[in-house]
């Protein structure tokens, strides 16, 4: 039987320092993806990498992965963690449980902010990956596509979405409790992604006096700030644009301090010591913590925004009750889908099985049978089969029903001695469909020739 197992590590169980390690490039993951898919025993795969979380989704033949394969395959693909134990961080989980998590992780469920919009975005585009490279077979396939609809009955179905509630809109929030009035305050926004677009929006629906874009792509820079009603600044700007502003936002996708030490020493002389609030919403981090050491430097980092979005999250939680029973609702779905994959070779099986014995039995008293006519015959066929298939329908059905196909394969096998080596679930295409084998043909009875 396919085994789907999922391994990973997030905001609640890991550091930022450790996480923005852990991140992976965009221009990384492919390797990343190639490099997992090529390990024995790995039939489908995905990475899901993002700000607040590395996931890594597999599906097997037979044996789930441990947690040592998935700290083994971190570490080599992230050659600066070396020496860094991640054991602490990881959570494995398999089977229906692997399944659950990320259904709720595709909902937003599981997010720093419950009900953020980002994360389908993101779980799609990883999917996409995964698939462009061959790496999405059919049990990702269902599960991606449960997940997506879990995602969108979530949003329609509950109210969880209908707060404008995000790692940004978090930041904005500490602005203003900062500041209380932000209607005259300079903000100094940096990153032109999504996280900075919301920042933007957000802080334009505060009111800020005036909010001030810089990016790296000029021409992506100038369209976003006319969008936003903004100003822009390109990055030769940044001493002076910091030495000018109330509080900056950092949000890029930069790889190394933008903010750092000899910066902020010249910003604040210049400023005369005046204080400056600095958020930094980016992993990895755009800003050296080390220069919390000057008196008048106010930095926050995503895990300082947890208190605000604790308050948030408190507001939602009716709401992710409800979004946790469609979760419940989507999970039996595909365990419905995965069952009914993964039973019907056994249940070919014993069906062969039995009917083989049906047929060896009627082969005994084929003297007697001969003399009778074909109508006899036929009425006789046709009661041994109807016989049989109601003695095997509780089995059929606790096969269906079973949550451990392994276990109910060994126990149908002693009970109805079939062959202990029954072939394993092929690792078929999505587009197949199992026959149903209860309504598979058996030899009839008529076809056979009569004795001379």
Sequence with gaps: MLKLTLAGVNHKTTPVEIRERLAYPKEHLN????TLASREGILETFILSTCNRVEILTVTSHV???PKFFLDFLQETHPGLQGISLHPYLYHLTGSEAAAHFFEVSSSLDSMVIGEPQITGQVKEAFERARSLDLAGPMLNQI???????SKRVRTETAISHLPVSISYAACQLARKIFQDMRDKSILLLGGGDMAQLTARHMKKMGVRSLTLMTRDTHKGQLLAKEYEAGYASFEELEQRLVDSDMVVCSTGADSYIIGED????????RRNKP??????????NIDPAITRHSSIFLY???DLKSVVEANQREREYEALQAREIVQEELQAFARWQADRSTVPLIQSLRTHTESIRIAELDRFQGVLASLPPEAREKIDILTRS????ILHPTYHTIRQSSDIDEVREWVSKCYGLPADLPPHEHTSESESAPDPEALPSPALLKRESPA
């Design 64 to 66: 789930s992965p441990d």
């Design 263 to 270: 910066l902020t020493a010249t910003v604040l002389h210049r």
């Design 387 to 390: 016989l049989l298939n109601k």
């Design 144 to 150: 991606f596509q449960r997940a997506i609809s879990t």
């Design 276 to 285: 400056l609030f600095l958020i930094d919403i980016a992993v990895p981090r």
């Design 31 to 34: 390797d990343a993806l190639k």
């Design 301 to 303: 980092n995503i895990d």
